[in-house]
């Protein structure tokens, strides 16, 4: 049986959750930095600050990109560069293209089921009333 904490265990931020609702989506979010093409690690990381607001450290993406890399998700390549030292540059295979298309999905499924639930919370609806559906259930 699950046992539901109300509480934060002591010396857990209260803010753990979002940590790991990020962590969770960082693998969707690579995947997706490369959808339309090839880019090199610090392409990856401006890509994400600039189109989903993502911060992310060099030492957190490149874990990340190794691991795909490893499960036949990514390729890489080192290319030379014209001034300074070469990249390597990363690339989705067909496996990862179909990873992502199927993230994709289950995220959209989910974070729309989320957001119906959450729209009388993020619009204040029903602050002073009592959640009726759950006063009757405990009568039963």
């Given at each position: 049986m699950m046992k539901l904490r109300?509480?934060?265990?002591?010396?857990?931020?209260?803010?753990?959750?979002?940590?790991?609702?990020?962590?969770?989506?960082?693998?969707?979010?690579?995947?997706?930095?490369l959808w339309n093409g090839r880019l090199y690690g610090l392409e990856i990381i401006r890509f994400l600050e600039s189109h989903s607001r993502l911060v992310l450290a060099e030492g957190t993406?490149?874990?990340?990109?190794?691991?795909?890399?490893?499960?036949?998700?990514?390729?890489?390549?080192?290319v030379e560069a014209e001034a300074g030292h070469p990249r390597k540059y990363y690339a989705l295979t067909e496996p990862g293209r179909t990873r992502l298309r199927q993230m994709a999905e289950a995220w959209a499924n989910f974070a729309g089921g989320l957001s119906q639930l959450l729209e009388p919370v993020l619009n204040h609806q029903g602050e002073d009333q009592p959640n009726i559906r759950a006063a009757e259930k405990m009568e039963l």
């Open positions: 109300a509480q934060p265990v002591e010396g857990e931020s209260p803010d753990r959750w979002k940590a790991q609702l990020r962590k969770g989506a960082l693998e969707m979010a690579a995947l997706a930095s993406i490149y874990p990340i990109l190794n691991r795909l890399k490893a499960e036949g998700m990514l390729t890489s390549d080192w």
